[in-house]
């Protein structure tokens, strides 16, 4: 860990223990559920009063969830660019801790924060700095490494290196050390393999595109089959990825490198690092980290935060059961809402693609259809859904997704939305590969003019040739 860093994290620690009790507010999304989690424990093993607030968004309605009591407000995977709103609220320097990686907002009161980007640290996400700080509290602590390996992941954080880098990896060898995470070196990049059967699991494989086999769980079947592998159980069951004989894997990735070299893509996505959770039952998406983070991820979005909360403390009952209904449906929802995309269509634009979806979806998970949705329409345009808040019906939320492709070209969705939602009188936020916004509804045309423009000049500024 860096110097600078440890002594930020340090400071966290120290002002922590000095509160008297802490409110945690936190985001609803994986990384959010994951990084409340890892510090809840903390605090409690420690003997301290913990209540915690989830919100989707640190906007002026979120605010009154704040309580105007004496605790520390730990404010998690977000506060960093809502400072201002922080000051307005009336919080000061001495009542607030803000622990994120998301790009900071100047403010005029100085509220003492951990931020990885601060020293550069660009591939971790909250619940890293979050277990982090934890472990400055207690050295001991090292159980809680499995949860911020699934927040990282959850956000994207291995995604552009097929696995975590840099003081993140660092976390997932305490992991290691303490037992609860099994590091599979060079796997295949492929979501779903400790729960679905080999063909569907490679069906649903996008990122990298294999032709014959990605959006075609048949064509995978065949594929797989040709090859003469085993797919079932003797007792007729598919088998999922993590069961197949090392032997037969190694057979599997060498035919689909092939596969893809023959249509001239690159291999350089097939294979990831990838985290497995020896302590947690085989089959269940408790067993690996990304699909650990969906099931986080659906419990939030799904307005059920806490649900999520539970099963990161080890709730395998009740808790869990009610997980697994919401992973079932939010899958569906998503399905739905994907499909809608592609048979409505979407309307492009110079240099962006976007879709307006009404009060159809619920705003939550609009932004997951924007990324699968990208894999299968114009994947060199960013994509763009906008969508009705059924609470708030005079604001419309966007959200959108690219992909490393146009990072490379220089977009930065994050830089673009803020600008853009700022000339309106919204706000945004995010990261380069996924942002989000909340506009005045009567400013959606204008918004969306303005984001392609953003996004032609980012392109351009990137390709000096091509202006």
């Given amino acids: 860990m860096e110097m600078s860093l440890e002594n930020d994290v340090r400071r966290a620690a120290d002002i922590i223990c000095d509160a008297g009790s802490v409110t945690i507010v936190s985001h609803i999304d994986a990384d959010g559920i994951s990084t409340e989690s890892i510090l809840s424990q903390a605090l409690t093993r420690e003997g301290m009063a913990v209540d915690s607030v989830f919100v989707r968004q640190l906007e002026p309605m979120a605010m009154r969830h704040v309580p105007k009591d004496d605790s520390l407000k730990l404010f998690t995977d977000l506060g960093a660019g809502q400072q201002n709103l922080l000051e307005e609220h009336g919080l000061c320097a001495d009542e607030v801790l803000i622990l994120d990686h998301h790009v900071g907002q100047p403010c005029g009161t100085a509220y003492p924060q951990v931020n990885c980007l601060d020293h550069g640290i660009t591939r971790m996400s909250a619940a890293g700095i979050a277990y982090l700080v934890a472990k400055a509290i207690d050295q001991t602590g090292t159980d809680l490494a499995k949860l911020a390996v699934v927040g990282n992941v959850g956000d994207m954080m291995a995604r552009e290196n097929c696995g975590l880098v840099g003081p993140a990896r660092e976390i997932v060898q305490d992991g290691v050390e303490y037992g609860n995470i099994v590091v599979q070196d060079r796997d295949l990049n492929c979501y779903g393999t400790s729960t679905r059967p080999v063909h569907v699991c490679l069906g649903y494989c996008d990122d990298p595109y294999i032709d014959g086999i990605s959006n075609s769980t048949s064509g995978a079947l065949r594929f797989l089959e040709r090859l003469g592998v085993e797919l079932k159980t003797p007792r007729g069951g598919w ?5 197949l004989p090392f032997d037969d894997r190694r057979k599997i990735i060498s035919a689909l490198a092939q596969q893809l070299l023959a249509h001239g893509r690159e291999t350089d996505r097939l294979l990831a690092e990838t985290y497995i959770f020896p302590d947690e039952p085989e089959r269940t998406p408790l067993r690996n ?19 999520g909360g539970s099963i990161c403390r080890g709730d395998r009952g009740p808790a869990y059961r009610d997980a697994e209904y919401m992973l079932g449906h939010h899958r569906a929802v998503i ?24 009060d159809r979806f619920p705003d939550t998970i609009v932004g997951i259809g924007a990324g699968m949705a990208l894999s299968k329409l114009n994947w060199k345009k960013p994509m763009m859904v906008l969508s009705a808040m059924v609470d708030e019906p005079e604001v419309t939320k966007v959200s959108m997704r690219t992909n490393e492709w146009a990072l490379a070209r220089g977009v930065d969705l994050q830089e673009a939305l803020v600008e853009a939602s700022a000339a309106v009188g919204g706000a945004g936020g995010g990261h380069r590969i996924a942002a989000g916004a909340f506009i005045p509804r009567e400013t959606e045309e204008e918004f969306v003019d303005s984001v392609n423009r953003i996004l032609k000049r980012q392109f351009a500024s990137a390709d000096p040739d091509n202006s």
Avoid: M
């Fill in 289 to 307: 980290a990304s699909e650990y983070a969906t099931l986080l991820n659906a419990c939030g979005r799904w307005a059920k935060p806490r649900v």
């Fill in 335 to 358: 399905r739905d809402l994907l499909q809608y995309i592609l048979d409505t269509g979407v309307t492009e634009l110079s240099h962006l693609q976007y879709i307006h979806t009404g």
């Fill in 239 to 243: 088998l999922v990825w993590e069961e």
